[in-house]
C-alpha cells in the first residue's frame, strides 16, 4: 500500500515538473552556451580539462565530473537543447523525489513529505538551475549526489552501519566534483551527527576527520586559486574590489539571513515590495536616475530583512512549542545557511543572488515550509484544513505561473534568435576564407549599438556558427570576439576572420590590413519584421 502511494505520488510530481517546465523545450541557448561550445569544438577532452589549474582540480574546482558530462553533451549535440531539457527534467525530477524522501525519512510524514517535494519542484527562485543549459549539467547532477549522501546519512544515523557512512561520504564527494558549492555537505554532516547523537563537537568531527582533513584542503586549494591564480578573472568574484576580506565576511551573514525570505519570493514581487516601500520612506529616491537601482538593492534588502527576521521569529515559536520536531527545525536551519556559504565569494547584481545559487537551499526552505503549515494545521480546528489546503494550493500554482512567463519570455528570446541563423544559413550557407562581417540594425539589444538579439558578442557567434565549414583558425575560438561589443580582424596561416557593428572602425582595419572590400559580408537586422537582409553590396561600394 506504502508502495503504491509512492507510485502515485511520483506521477502526480513528474505531472507537475511536466506543467512547469514543458516550455523548455522551445528555448535556446542564452549565452555562456556559445563559449562552451566553442571551446569544445576545438579542443579533445584532455586538452579541454587542461584549461583548469591544478590547484582548482585538487580541491574540486573545474568540476571534473560535470565537465566530461557537459563535453559529451555539447559535442553530440551542439545547438541543440532538446537533450539538455530531458537532462534537466529527468535529474529534477529525481531531486524532487529525495526531497520528499529526505522529509518522509526525518518527519515521518507523508502531508509533510508531500509538501516539501511540491514545494521544491515549483519553487520560481530557484527556477534558473533547471532552465538554463548552463547550469543544469553541474547544478542539477552535485544537488542529486548532495540529497542522497544525507538521506544515506540518516540511514546511518539510525542503525548505525559504517557502509552507510562511508557511502555518504563518498556520495558527498561525487556532488562536490561535479560542482564546488557542494563543499558544504562536509561541514552539514558532523552537524548532523551533533545533534541527533548529543555527541562533543570534538567526538562529532574525530569520527570525520577524513572529510575534514579534505575540506581544509579543499578551501586552501579554492582560496589560492581564487586570489594567485584567477584573480580578477571576472567580476562577479569579491577579488575585483576592494576590502576583499571584509566583503567575504559580510557576505556571509548577509546571503544566508536575505536569502532566507528570498527563497519563497519571486524577485519580480519583491521590487513592487521595494517600490512601494521606497515610495514611502524614500519617494526622492524613485524619482532620481538610479530608482530602478535602488529598488532592486536597497530596498529589496530592507524588505528582505525584515520578511526574513519575521520568519526566524515564527520558526523560533515553532522550535520552542513543538519538542517532537526541534531536530528537524536544528537540521534545516543549518542546512539552508550552510547552502550558501560557498558563494559569499561573489557579488551580487541586486539583492538576490541568481537564481542557481538558490536550488540546494530550497531543500530546507521546503520542509521549514512544511513544518510550518503543519503546525499551523494542528492548532485549528478541521473546518480549517480545506482554506489552508487552497491557500497551499494557490502559492504552488503562482510558483509554476511565474515560471511559465519567464520561460514564455525566454521562449520568444530563442525563436528570434533562432530565425537570425536560420535567415543567415539561408543567406551565407558557407562563407570564404577571411571573411569580414559588418551587421547593423535598427534597435539595440542589451547594449547601446549592439543591434542582434543575442547576449554575447557577434563575432564569436559567427565563429561558432562557422567554425564547421573550416574557415575559422581554431585559436580564435578562445575569446577573441567574444565581449558583446567587441569587434576586429585576426589572421592566423593565411586564415583571417572579422566582424565590426561600426563602419568607420571596419573602414579603417580594412586599410590597416589591406584587406580587399569584396571580403565584407553585410547584413542589416530589422528587429521590428525581425528580417535579416543582405546589404553587403551597398555597404561594399560604401567602403570605396
Known amino acids: 500500500m506504502k508502495i503504491n502511494r509512492l507510485i502515485i505520488f511520483s506521477i502526480i510530481l513528474f505531472a507537475i515538473i511536466l506543467a512547469t517546465y514543458h516550455q523548455l523545450f522551445q528555448t535556446f541557448y542564452q549565452q555562456d552556451e556559445w563559449i562552451a561550445l566553442g571551446h569544445i569544438m576545438t579542443q579533445t577532452f584532455p586538452k579541454y580539462f587542461e584549461q583548469f589549474s591544478k590547484t582548482a582540480l585538487l580541491g574540486g574546482g573545474g568540476r571534473p565530473l560535470s565537465v566530461p558530462l557537459q563535453y559529451f553533451l555539447f559535442s553530440n549535440f551542439p545547438f541543440q537543447a532538446a537533450p539538455f531539457v530531458v537532462f534537466a527534467l529527468v535529474f529534477h525530477f529525481l531531486n524532487s523525489l529525495l526531497v520528499f524522501l529526505l522529509a518522509k525519512k526525518i518527519t515521518r510524514n507523508f502531508l509533510i513529505a508531500s509538501i516539501s517535494a511540491i514545494f521544491f519542484a515549483t519553487s520560481s527562485v530557484s527556477h534558473q538551475a533547471v532552465s538554463w543549459i548552463g547550469a543544469s549539467?553541474?547544478?542539477?547532477?552535485?544537488?542529486?549526489?548532495?540529497?542522497?549522501?544525507?538521506?544515506?546519512?540518516?540511514?546511518?544515523?539510525?542503525?548505525?552501519?559504517?557502509?552507510?557512512?562511508?557511502?555518504?561520504?563518498?556520495?558527498?564527494?561525487?556532488?562536490?566534483?561535479?560542482?564546488?558549492?557542494?563543499?558544504?555537505?562536509?561541514?552539514?554532516?558532523?552537524?548532523?551527527?551533533?545533534?541527533?547523537?548529543?555527541?562533543?563537537?570534538?567526538?562529532?568531527?574525530?569520527?570525520?576527520?577524513?572529510?575534514?582533513?579534505?575540506l581544509c584542503v579543499a578551501v586552501l586549494s579554492r582560496v589560492y586559486d581564487l586570489f594567485f591564480v584567477n584573480t580578477g578573472l571576472t567580476t562577479t568574484f569579491v577579488t575585483r574590489n576592494s576590502n576583499t576580506v571584509e566583503r567575504i565576511i559580510l557576505h556571509s551573514f548577509v546571503y544566508p539571513f536575505e536569502s532566507l525570505s528570498q527563497v519563497f519570493i519571486f524577485p519580480s514581487i519583491m521590487w513592487k515590495f521595494s517600490h512601494f516601500f521606497l515610495s514611502v520612506v524614500f519617494p526622492f529616491v524613485l524619482h532620481s536616475p538610479s530608482g530602478v537601482l535602488a529598488t532592486e538593492t536597497m530596498g529589496a534588502e530592507v524588505i528582505s530583512i525584515a520578511l526574513s527576521s519575521i520568519i526566524l521569529i515564527l520558526i523560533f515559536l515553532v522550535y520552542r512549542n513543538d519538542k517532537k520536531n526541534r531536530k528537524i527545525i536544528l537540521f534545516t536551519l543549518l542546512f539552508f545557511f550552510l547552502s550558501f556559504l560557498p558563494y559569499v565569494f561573489l557579488e551580487r547584481g541586486n539583492a538576490y543572488l541568481d537564481s542557481r545559487y538558490f536550488y540546494l537551499g530550497v531543500v530546507p526552505a521546503s520542509i521549514i515550509f512544511s513544518l510550518l503549515v503543519n503546525s499551523i494545521k494542528n492548532r485549528l480546528?478541521?473546518?480549517?484544513?480545506?482554506?489552508?489546503?487552497?491557500?497551499?494550493?494557490?502559492?504552488?500554482?503562482?510558483?509554476?505561473?511565474?515560471?511559465?512567463?519567464?520561460?514564455?519570455?525566454?521562449?520568444n528570446l530563442?525563436?528570434?534568435?533562432?530565425?537570425?541563423?536560420?535567415?543567415?544559413?539561408?543567406?551565407?550557407?558557407?562563407?570564404?576564407?577571411?571573411?569580414?562581417?559588418?551587421?547593423?540594425?535598427?534597435?539595440?539589444?542589451?547594449?547601446?549599438?549592439?543591434?542582434?538579439?543575442?547576449?554575447?558578442?557577434?563575432?564569436?557567434?559567427?565563429?561558432v556558427w562557422y567554425y564547421k565549414t573550416g574557415i575559422i583558425p581554431k585559436e580564435f575560438m578562445n575569446s577573441f570576439l567574444w565581449d558583446i561589443k567587441e569587434e576586429g580582424y585576426r589572421e592566423k596561416e593565411n586564415k583571417g576572420f572579422g566582424y565590426y557593428w561600426n563602419l568607420g572602425h571596419l573602414s579603417t582595419d580594412l586599410k590597416r590590413n589591406e584587406i580587399n572590400k569584396n571580403r565584407v559580408i553585410a547584413l542589416f537586422y530589422d528587429a521590428d519584421k525581425e528580417k535579416l537582409v543582405d546589404i553587403t553590396k551597398s555597404v561594399r561600394e560604401e567602403l570605396k
Open 137 to 214: 549539467p553541474t547544478t542539477l547532477p552535485s544537488a542529486f549526489f548532495a540529497l542522497f549522501s544525507i538521506l544515506l546519512y540518516f540511514h546511518f544515523l539510525e542503525n548505525e552501519k559504517r557502509k552507510f557512512f562511508y557511502l555518504s561520504l563518498f556520495f558527498a564527494l561525487i556532488s562536490f566534483f561535479f560542482k564546488e558549492s557542494g563543499i558544504f555537505i562536509f561541514i552539514l554532516l558532523p552537524l548532523i551527527y551533533r545533534i541527533y547523537k548529543k555527541v562533543s563537537f570534538y567526538n562529532s568531527l574525530k569520527k570525520h576527520f577524513v572529510i575534514i582533513i579534505y
Open 381 to 411: 480546528s478541521k473546518n480549517y484544513f480545506f482554506p489552508i489546503a487552497l491557500l497551499i494550493i494557490i502559492f504552488f500554482y503562482s510558483q509554476i505561473k511565474f515560471i511559465n512567463n519567464e520561460l514564455g519570455y525566454q521562449v
Open 414 to 463: 530563442a525563436r528570434e534568435r533562432k530565425n537570425f541563423l536560420m535567415s543567415l544559413k539561408k543567406l551565407y550557407p558557407a562563407v570564404p576564407t577571411n571573411s569580414v562581417f559588418y551587421i547593423t540594425g535598427n534597435r539595440d539589444f542589451y547594449v547601446p549599438d549592439h543591434k542582434i538579439p543575442f547576449q554575447q558578442g557577434m563575432g564569436y557567434t559567427l565563429m
